[in-house]
């Protein structure tokens, strides 16, 4: 009778767990109503929480980073607020730096569109960098018709300074042996590793990036504050500034809180006025491009490589897998309504042969009548140019990387590291060159040729494809390799891209290309798409909403730092021989907000 009681009570008990929680469930349904927007809205924009390129398709990724503003959700947030009646203006919290140079620069060439429908933008900051850079910062801040800067802050108008870490000296201290080569002399990746300090090719081509970029937000801030280009300059060696002489310089408008800021705003717009996040407003309103020809887009973003594309949230760090991209490719193919493709690119490179798998579906996309218009994020440079080199118009940011037309690649051979470490390696083999690739032996002869030869093929193949891509002479495009990095501003001059712009200038490229209207209405639909988990939706979201565990954020935040530093030593696997120099300071990483 006992035993009797005790499972009709489980019994009883394990049913009412499954009532209460189908409950729940139900009343999450019910109340899961899409909230709409307001009758009269004020636009907030928190940069100060960052902005990444996209959201990787991953679930997880997907889950931890779904209230993060993307540079895609700002543009389409923007166009879709300049023609709503319901959004009055805009506010956005700006800082210092964060922000990579060409996705500023996307999103100032959004503001300045929003700023056409003659709504009020306004730009507010607790200081453009505490004691640090604020260039960045105060570059973007720029767009708005006005800036406020809280009275204790500065401005931290300094200029750039690129600095590279050289670990030659600890490697020849832990007597690890280097044996590196690349193709050729401006292809520097592997610099870092084996020298001290810059080679003069180096040097130049970092001094080239970094003049053409200060050159740009030099000429950013004149247009857009009123003041000639030496002004401008000589206000960057001046700096930094507390805010009373911001103002005086007239850098800033004015110097007040947050509060007074919005009041000011809600008496330009009306005290109705409701503030609503720009991630709200943009999953509220929906997309401006929602109707019309279809055109696919396919976002390659983080390091190229084999297999599919991944998110690490230790890191930060994303890759561009091949498996992916190629997959995305060919469902667009196979999709009728898709009449276009648009192919956002942020990479530094990597794997040859992934790069190889989807420069051969952009080409079959072509053959199959789907013109393919690339956006370059901030980085489109080796591998990340491989992938493009064969589209029908490429656009790009004038501060975007791109280029990078080289190979690197090669091993470190660690058994004197080990001899000091008391660890000792033994083995047997089958061939001759069986160590070809084995970190406890130096190259042969006979394996360094082999490693040579593979170079010379990946090099030759690569600017083959460049010249036929680009319709450029192939002496010409030896030229411009070298594995040098390019600014978009420069690598239009020499004709690695076809214009200078953001999404909205690749829009109208597609636009052009299939002989639509000017003004014509698209569709945009994303490959691949993301299955999410089945509770995702469950997960009750509201306007401010943070559905992740802040503890688990907070930790991944300190250990984002230690890791990078781990991959920038070489550490943490190989990044392949299609990679920029110096890309580690500039790869896509999704920085957890």
Same mark, same amino acid.
């Given at each position: ?145 006005? +800036?406020?800067?809280?009275? #204790?802050?500065?401005? $931290? *108008? ?7 870490? /050289?670990? !030659? @000296? ?46 740009? +937000?030099?000429?950013?801030? #004149?247009?857009?504050? $009123? *003041? ?7 206000? /960057?060696? !001046? @700096? ?354």
């Amino acid at each position: 009778m006992k035993k009797f009681l005790v499972g009709l009570l489980a019994v009883i008990g394990f049913f009412s767990i499954v009532a209460v929680f189908g409950f729940a469930v139900l009343v999450l349904l019910a109340s899961s109503g899409k909230p709409t927007v307001p009758s009269s809205v004020l636009l907030e924009i928190d940069f100060e929480q960052g902005v990444i390129e996209t959201i990787p398709p991953d679930p997880l990724a997907q889950l931890m980073l779904d209230d993060t503003m993307t540079v895609p959700m700002i543009v389409e947030a923007l166009e879709k607020a300049s023609d709503d009646r319901r959004v009055k203006g805009v506010v956005a919290r700006i800082g210092g730096e964060g922000i990579a140079m060409a996705h500023i620069q996307e999103i100032r060439d959004a503001v300045l569109r929003f700023r056409e429908s003659g709504k009020p933008a306004v730009a507010w900051s607790e200081t453009f960098g505490e004691f640090g850079p604020g260039n960045g910062g105060y570059y973007l801040a720029t767009a708005f018709d006005e +800036i406020y800067m809280q009275p #204790s802050g500065d401005v $931290g *108008l300094t200029g750039l300074i690129y600095e590279t870490m /050289f670990m !030659r @000296g600890l490697y020849d201290k832990l007597d690890i042996e280097l044996q590196l080569d690349q193709r050729h002399e401006y292809k520097n990746a592997m610099n870092s590793y084996t020298h001290r300090e810059y080679t003069e090719p180096h040097r130049e081509v970092m001094q080239s990036v970094i003049d053409s970029r200060f050159t740009q +937000i030099v000429r950013g801030i #004149s247009e857009t504050r $009123g *003041l000639e280009e030496d002004e401008v300059r000589d206000l /960057f060696d !001046r @700096g930094p500034y507390l805010g009373e002489e911001a103002m005086d310089a007239g850098l800033v408008d004015g110097l007040a809180y947050r509060d007074e800021v919005y009041a000011t705003m809600r008496e330009s717009v009306g005290d109705k006025a409701r503030l609503l996040y720009l991630p709200a407003y943009r999953e509220r309103a929906g997309s401006p491009f929602n109707k019309g020809t279809t055109v696919a887009v396919i976002h390659g973003y983080g390091q190229v490589t084999r297999g599919g594309s991944r998110f690490s949230p230790l890191d930060g760090s994303v890759s561009m897998g091949s498996d992916t991209l190629t997959r995305a490719f060919r469902a667009a193919i196979d999709d009728d309504r898709v009449k276009a493709i648009l192919f956002r690119v942020d990479s530094p490179g990597g794997s040859y042969v992934a790069s190889d798998s989807i420069w051969r579906e952009t080409l079959r996309a072509k053959e199959m009548g789907k013109p393919i218009i690339v956006s370059m994020g901030n980085l489109a440079g080796s591998g990340g140019y491989f992938v493009v080199m064969h589209a029908d118009h490429v656009v790009a940011q004038p501060g975007t990387i791109t280029g990078s037309i080289g190979v690197l690649g090669g091993k470190m051979v660690v058994t004197g590291l080990y001899e000091k470490l008391g660890i000792s390696y033994d083995g047997v083999h089958t061939s001759r060159n069986s160590s070809q690739y084995s970190p406890n032996h130096p190259y042969d002869d006979a394996g360094y040729e082999r490693f040579q030869a593979g170079l010379d093929r990946i090099y030759a193949d690569f600017t083959q494809k460049v010249a036929e891509g680009r319709g450029l002479d192939l002496e010409r495009v030896q030229e411009i390799a070298k594995g040098r990095i390019w600014t978009g501003e420069q690598a239009l001059e020499i004709g690695l891209i076809d214009e200078l712009g953001g999404i909205h200038v690749a829009l109208d490229a597609i636009r052009a290309t299939l002989d639509l209207a000017p003004d014509a209405q698209l569709k945009l639909r994303e490959f691949p798409r993301v299955d999410m988990p089945w509770f995702a939706g469950l997960i009750e979201k509201t306007e401010n909403s943070d559905v992740r565990s802040q503890a688990i954020v907070e930790s991944l935040r300190e250990i984002q730092p230690q890791i990078r530093g781990l991959r920038q030593a070489g550490w943490l696997g190989d990044p392949g021989v299609l990679v920029m120099q110096d890309y580690r300071a500039l790869e896509p990483r999704v920085q957890i907000p």
